[in-house]
């Protein structure tokens, strides 16, 4: 079976939006990419930290659905990363209420022995050199290797994050930190820019106006699912690219052709995880509901013109 390695935040969030709200509940990059991931079957590892106040059933979940935890270590005496926002009513902008990081101050992922040869690796929004740290403990250089990262590493490591980018083939970053990591505000030339910093495929995404995948002069757009109600944006990044690395994972094939595919089904994973507070929605997602929706997409995006 093909392997995914994930590194990233597994994580408790209290959530905010016009909707209504949330007291503590499951969050984290690293969990929402294991759960996009595990709709594709594939063996799919998490590299993350705890603290003693997390419950064991959250990892008893995880297991349930394929993912292996025994990369997310356990500090007992410490407590467990904790975010607090509020989304306005727009849904696209949010206030951050309450960042702790307790045991993720001093994390230093450790790669366990069964995934050191992992196919595709997807380095979560973490610092920088935590990221490289991962890409040193492989036995092998992946196939392809993800990475995500946002201004707050732009802001105060640049030259480490500029470092670890030599070493990743694809960068997925929203279009703010595009325009901030390159200088540029056109997006086009944003990815140019990026490409020239190492990563051989850019992904820019765009939030409820869908995402944009640059390599070498080749340009794809794909759409999100226009929906009725967004209750929780708060993971969608995180799911898009579990799905996008999980098609990827699956098919073995990380052709830019293939990487539209793969841009879409982390779109359509992403449309789901929106639907309700943090990962409940992606907990009961089933294979016929995303196969259902993959239609809606391509009907969304298919048309036939006569070009005279």
């Not at 959530?15 to 594939?42: N, R």
């Not at 250089?141 to 990743?168: A, C, G």
């Not at 898009?240 to 990827?248: E, I, S």
Request: charged fraction near 25%; glycine fraction near 8%; hydrophobic fraction near 40%.
């Amino acid at each position: 079976m093909s392997k995914l390695l994930a590194v990233g935040t597994v994580a408790f969030d209290a959530i905010e939006t016009p909707f209504g709200k949330t007291d503590k509940i499951l969050g984290g990059s690293g969990t929402f990419v294991g759960l996009a991931a595990s709709q594709f079957g594939v063996e799919t590892g998490v590299v993350s930290v705890v603290g003693g106040d997390f419950p064991q059933e959250y990892l008893d979940m995880m297991n349930a659905r394929g993912i292996n935890t025994d990369g997310v270590e356990i500090i007992k005496e410490g407590k467990t990363f904790f975010w607090s926002g509020k989304y306005h009513n727009d849904m696209n902008s949010r206030d951050t209420l309450i960042t702790e990081l307790n045991v993720l101050e001093n994390f230093q992922p450790i790669v366990p022995e069964n995934f050191k040869d992992a196919d595709i690796v997807m380095l979560g929004n973490l610092h920088p050199l935590v990221q490289a740290s991962v890409l040193e403990q492989m036995s092998k250089r992946p196939k392809l290797v993800v990475l995500d990262t946002m201004n707050f590493w732009m802001d105060i490591s640049l030259n480490e994050l500029h470092d670890v980018l030599k070493k990743v083939d694809v960068i997925t970053i929203n279009d703010e930190e595009a325009r901030q990591l390159s200088g540029e505000y056109s997006l086009v030339n944003a990815a140019k820019k990026i490409h020239e910093m190492g990563p051989k495929y850019v992904v820019i995404k765009k939030g409820e106006h869908g995402a944009l995948l640059f390599n070498e002069g080749n340009m794809f757009f794909a759409p999100a699912l226009p929906l009725a109600e967004v209750f929780d944006p708060t993971g969608a990044g995180d799911t898009f690219a579990g799905g996008f690395c999980g098609y990827l994972t699956k098919t073995q094939d990380v052709s830019f052709d293939n990487m539209k595919n793969a841009i879409i089904y982390g779109s359509n994973l992403a449309s789901f995880c929106v639907e309700k507070f943090g990962t409940e929605r992606m907990q009961e997602l089933t294979e016929k509901e995303v196969k259902n929706r993959l239609q809606s997409f391509k009907d969304l995006t298919q048309f036939d013109i006569e070009l005279s």
